[in-house]
């Protein structure tokens, strides 16, 4: 019998952690990916007209199959967006999605998986139609929850990157992180992080704009100095497809590589995030080399 493939959000909360996770109980890992795609290598590495993403399942399944083996087991999965390539509409979203659930759905019942939402899961400019269709398949596309301590909030990243068709489901995005971001200090949460797709930016937050991979500087100096007042200490980003990232003020960035299609000279891989009393550690590891055993 075939897995079921879990929404696991509801009124814009993670449900599958209860009041415990609240608490600080000691440090834990969880894992971080981006960009599985599934169509990509095919269609925009390759340029085949009529493509597939047999690699993209089998990538998948291979980060899947790793993560169920790991012990201990890490508290949830996430995945930064970018979850199939084909636009929202196109003939070949069905099929994509249909896969990507299903390899998806193999993951542990006791890790779960978190989908973050990405420019080709809504579209570079989201519309209404696109948003909802996206909380149909998927559940809410912005959240916060509480695990082991910590209190994790994970964006829309395309409401800053394009609004213009969906400037209603910003304004209410605005209010709800507003409200997130003010829980942090009332909240004595041992760390606060951050999930989105597009990254505010690459390498240095003065770095001039572009067009592609990261959020306009007014906008990202304005949303990064937000987050450093509330205390948040690190976010995770994908989009990229290659590893990036630093370091605003004392507020981390990071920008990983992708499961799917690569861009530069990073292998195919996930990064394992370990939280620590006093400090959040990362390392991202080639699919061929995660280990079984994940030590402190």
Request: proline share 4%; aromatic share 14%.
């Amino acid at each position: 019998m075939a897995s079921e493939f879990l929404i696991r959000t509801k009124n814009n909360q993670l449900q599958c952690f209860g009041e415990a996770e609240k608490q600080w109980s000691g440090p834990f890992f969880f894992v971080q990916g981006a960009d599985p795609q599934f169509g990509m290598i095919e269609e925009y590495i390759e340029k085949k007209v009529d493509y597939g993403w047999s690699q993209e399942i089998e990538l998948s399944r291979k980060v899947v199959n790793a993560v169920n083996r790991m012990r201990p087991k890490p508290k949830f999965f996430v995945v930064c967006g970018d979850l199939t390539h084909a636009w929202p509409g196109e003939k070949k979203k069905e099929g994509q999605l249909i896969d990507f659930k299903a390899v998806y759905a193999e993951l542990d019942p006791e890790i779960p998986l978190v989908c973050i939402c990405g420019n080709h899961d809504i579209g570079n400019t989201p519309t209404p139609q696109t948003i909802e269709t996206y909380r149909s398949l998927f559940g809410d596309d912005y959240f916060s929850f509480f695990c082991g301590g910590i209190f994790f909030i994970a964006i829309n990243s395309q409401y800053y990157f394009d609004r213009s068709s969906a400037q209603e489901f910003a304004a209410e995005h605005d209010r709800w992180l507003d409200e997130q971001l003010k829980r942090i200090k009332e909240s004595d949460c041992k760390h606060a992080v951050i999930f989105q797709h597009i990254p505010w930016f690459l390498t240095d937050p003065q770095e001039a704009n572009n067009d592609v991979f990261s959020i306009v500087k007014d906008i990202r100096l304005k949303m990064l100095e937000k987050f450093l007042t509330a205390g948040v200490r690190s976010i995770f980003c994908g989009h990229y497809h290659q590893n990036a990232g630093g370091f605003y003020g004392r507020l981390e960035q990071i920008v990983t590589s992708a499961i799917g299609a690569r861009l530069g000279k990073d292998d195919h891989g996930v990064r394992i995030v370990r939280v620590l009393d006093d400090d959040i550690r990362h390392e991202y590891i080639p699919l061929d080399q995660l280990p079984t055993c994940i030590d402190f």
